[in-house]
């Protein structure tokens, strides 16, 4: 497992930021940045304090809505209508 990958700093705070969140699945997470779940764990280890990950770690584990497949059907991620489209996290030409 390399997570050495080359990403810049606004790819990672990206990573963390959805991370954070409580209805982002790690399948997005590696749908969009191509980074397993334990990568982003090791990459929020890494990146931040170690009483913020403890915090993160103890509310995001087993959680269902972190994870895509144990998420009930009704969970969906709420999309404005005013939000740029967004494909594989490059954000279109204006």
Do not use: C, Y
């Not at 810049?8 to 409580?22: F, N, P, S, V, Y």
């Not at 144990?70 to 969970?75: A, K, N």
């Amino acid at each position: 497992m390399n997570i050495e990958k080359d990403f810049t700093e606004r790819e990672l705070d990206r990573i963390i930021e959805m991370a954070w969140k409580d209805r982002t699945p790690f399948e997005a997470i590696e749908f969009q940045f191509n980074v397993t779940e334990d990568e982003v764990i090791k990459i929020m280890q890494r990146e931040m304090k170690a009483s913020s990950f403890r915090m993160w770690r103890a509310r995001v584990q087993g959680r269902k809505t972190k994870h895509a497949k144990l998420s009930p059907d009704d969970v969906k991620t709420f999309k404005s209508s005013r939000q740029k489209n967004i494909s594989q996290n490059k954000i279109s030409k204006r």
